[in-house]
Each structure stands twice: as structure tokens, then as C-alpha cells.
């Protein structure tokens, strides 16, 4: 049982390069998110989606895009990357019956 | 949006001791969720309890969604259980987190 996979686990990215973060799950769930964690700080919701062509902007959206053309994938798009940008990202997935959520393992980008 | 406050911010324990960590949510929830972050950064399901009481091991919750507060307690404590202990609520589709207890357990 996958549950929420993310691609890459470690990244090191150029200041204005661009990358996208990759995110399935295999659960069926209708909701999925995109949070980042910087050091020692709690987790900032940045994209959620409620279902398939739905998304919509969280806490801190400026600097990422996403898409959401299937139920099971959600990427999340970085376009000219900035080192404020460095930071642990989480993507997370819940059904809208129970919500209970489940999170990846997490992606640990840096921007230099 | 909604506020999730957290209380202590900090809390260190000698191992074997009893602590209670508390949430507290500034409107109406439709679900409440409890997660550890271990040292190794890994975010953990600990328990699902949008309200009454769940118990797993030396770990329990109680939610009392009308006063809009959840507590974790911890009993017996273990090195094992430091790191940061998260809640989260699911405000309409947006699952938001508070700032996090950090638990240092000594032996």
C-alpha cells in the first residue's frame, strides 16, 4: 500500500531554475495539499485541491503553481526558483467522508 | 481563516513522566487530526479525532469540539516520543496546522 509518494526525496536547485515537485496517491482521495516547512517552524499550507480541475491558493502561494488533471496526481510547480524558497515541502491527501489525512515522506529542496 | 493555537510550545520531560499538550481552534471544525514529527523530520498519524476520546498505547486524545479544544496526553513517557507534536484541523477543505509542541524526553 503506496499511500502518498513524492518525487524527489532531496533536490539542490540554481536560483532561478525551475522544478516541479511530484505527488500521488493511491488512496482515491479527493483532497490533496501542498505544505512547506521551514526550519524549526510549522507546517504553511501553500495549494490545495478539492478534485480533479479544482485548486485554489493557501497560506503562501506566491512563487509555486499547481495542477490537478487526474484525482491521483497533484505537482506542484517551482518557477524561477529563489533561496527563500528553500525548505521541507509536504504533500498530503484525505477523502471528504472522514478526512483523516495521510503525508508524504517529504522533499527537501535548496535553493543556492 | 481559521486560528490554531498550541500550548506549551516547549516541554521537557524526565522519562516516565506524564504531560498534556493542548489544542485550541477558533471556529467550528470538521475534523481535528494529531500527527508526530520525529527527529528524522517523518510526519506521523497519531490519531484521527474530530471529537470524544481515542486511546493507542501511552497515548490518548480527547476532543471537545463545542469548547473548540483538543488535548494529547502522554503517559509513561520514552525517549522514543520526542520531537514535534502537531494538530491540525480540517477548516471546509483546508487542512491547517498550529505551530507545534516540542517534547524533549531525558532519560
Known amino acids: 500500500n503506496a499511500g502518498v509518494t513524492q518525487t524527489p526525496k532531496f533536490r539542490i536547485l540554481k536560483i532561478g531554475q525551475s522544478m516541479t515537485l511530484q505527488c500521488t496517491q493511491d488512496m482515491n482521495h479527493n483532497y490533496m495539499y501542498w505544505y512547506r516547512q521551514d526550519p524549526g517552524m510549522g507546517l504553511k499550507l501553500i495549494y490545495y485541491s478539492v478534485g480533479a480541475g479544482i485548486t485554489d491558493k493557501g497560506e503562501v502561494p506566491n512563487g509555486y503553481n499547481v495542477s490537478r488533471s487526474t484525482t491521483e496526481d497533484f505537482p506542484l510547480r517551482l518557477e524561477l526558483a529563489a533561496p527563500s524558497q528553500t525548505s521541507v515541502y509536504f504533500c498530503a491527501s484525505s477523502s471528504p467522508f472522514d478526512s483523516e489525512a495521510f503525508f508524504g515522506q517529504g522533499t527537501r529542496l535548496t535553493v543556492v | 481563516g481559521i486560528q490554531v493555537e498550541q500550548s506549551p510550545p516547549d516541554l521537557i520531560l524526565q522519562e516516565g513522566a506524564n504531560s498534556t499538550l493542548r489544542c485550541n481552534f477558533s471556529?467550528?471544525?470538521?475534523?481535528l487530526q494529531w500527527f508526530h514529527q520525529n527527529p528524522w523530520g517523518q510526519l506521523i498519524n497519531l490519531f484521527y479525532i474530530p471529537s470524544g476520546t481515542k486511546q493507542n498505547g501511552r497515548l490518548s486524545a480527547t476532543t471537545v469540539a463545542t469548547e473548540r479544544y483538543s488535548l494529547l496526553y502522554i503517559s509513561s513517557s520514552q525517549t522514543t516520543d520526542s520531537g514535534v507534536y502537531f494538530c491540525?484541523?480540517?477548516?471546509?477543505?483546508?487542512?491547517?496546522f498550529g505551530a507545534g509542541t516540542q517534547v524533549v524526553v531525558t532519560p
Open positions: 471556529d467550528s471544525v470538521n475534523n
Open positions: 491540525a484541523v480540517d477548516s471546509w477543505g483546508k487542512f491547517q
